[in-house]
């Protein structure tokens, strides 16, 4: 058995004992919680019709494959759950989410949708009567959002069908659920179909931002150093990591944050701030995907974490 082998054991070891303990705790709790089902771009990784190195590492070993980004709440005090985005691989992560309630009686009590790309909302697909045949799934959503979603087929149907009801959102006005508060904020993007939100998601004892998707820090109202003072929890978009990630194609036409620059813009900040970001949202491209790579140990000695699949964090 190679050295990697070894390593690779020990890392599944570690990660399933971890994964466990959060789970057995989180049954004992009271305390709502988060649960990341996914940390990859919109296709998810590998993706589709990539067949080069990076991408054939996951193609021929089905445990290295990235779901896109989604996050999975759940309440224990008021046994509900829910979905923040909607992704192609909704199936697996309310499998996820459901396994990890321990097959307690939690209702899915709703899903939030930051915006309208294919990553975000085209799971709702199995909420419809051809799949799950869902009833009256709460969908909650921004005003263009909610038009799109209304007028548009196949969603409409799912709306006509009441396999879900939409649930109007407005830019920095709270939801309270129970034990949760959500509140959505307008972030700048490629708004074809709809606008795009990031969420502040609050907790008895703790907050979080959700920000998957963004255009460049500089073009944003708001100082975002600034406002991961305010919570414990940063899951930022980490789509490229730098310059020259996309040979051949130009970057700007994909405006997201590279990770080089969400560095340069919280550098002021101490390591105990840094260390509440965590990066979301990776293209197939992106090295951070790599355990092994240069940059993630870059991003791990700045002080940020990178999200990866089942881990847990409370509220």
């Known amino acids: 058995m190679t050295l990697n082998s070894l390593k690779t054991i020990k890392y599944l070891i570690l990660l399933l004992a971890f994964h466990f303990n959060q789970i ?14 996914g940390i990859a771009q919109d296709a998810g990784y590998p993706q589709a019709g990539c067949y080069q190195k990076h991408c054939m590492k996951g193609w021929k070993n089905p ?7 989604s996050l999975g709440l759940v309440d224990p005090k ?5 979905l923040f985005e909607a992704t192609p691989n909704l199936p697996q992560q309310l499998y996820k989410l459901d396994q990890n309630t321990l097959g307690l009686d939690y209702k899915l009590n ?18 419809g009567h051809e799949s799950m045949g869902a009833q009256n799934i709460p969908v909650f959503a921004m005003p263009k959002m909610k038009i799109f979603l209304e007028n548009n087929g196949p969603w409409s149907q799912l709306v006509n069908y009441k396999n879900i009801i939409i649930k109007p959102l407005k830019n920095k006005q709270t ?10 904020f307008i972030v700048p993007h490629r708004d074809e179909f709809s606008e795009t939100v990031g969420f502040r998601i ?55 944050p590279l990770v080089t620059e969400t560095m340069n813009e919280l550098k002021e900040l101490s390591m105990q701030e840094r260390n509440k970001v965590w990066l979301i949202h990776f293209n197939h491209t992106n090295p951070l995907l790599n355990q092994e790579s240069k940059a993630r140990e870059q991003v791990k000695a700045f002080g940020f974490n990178i999200a990866e699949e089942g881990l847990i964090l409370f509220l």
């Open 24 to 37: 057995c705790f989180a049954e004992d709790t009271q305390s709502p919680y988060l649960i990341i089902l």
């Open 63 to 69: 445990t290295e494959q990235k779901s896109p980004v």
């Open 78 to 82: 008021f046994k509900n759950k829910y």
């Open 110 to 127: 709703g899903v939030f949708l930051t915006h309208a790309h294919i990553g975000h909302y085209t799971g709702l697909m199995f909420l």
């Open 175 to 184: 939801e309270n659920l129970g034990s949760i508060k959500v509140t959505p």
């Open 202 to 256: 609050e907790g008895p004892n703790k907050s979080a931002l959700f920000i998957p998707d963004i255009n460049k820090w500089s073009v944003w109202k708001q100082n975002l150093a600034s406002m991961i003072k305010t919570v414990d929890y940063a899951f930022l978009d980490a789509t490229f990591f730098a310059q020259g990630e996309l040979p051949g194609r130009d970057m700007t036409k994909v405006p997201h």
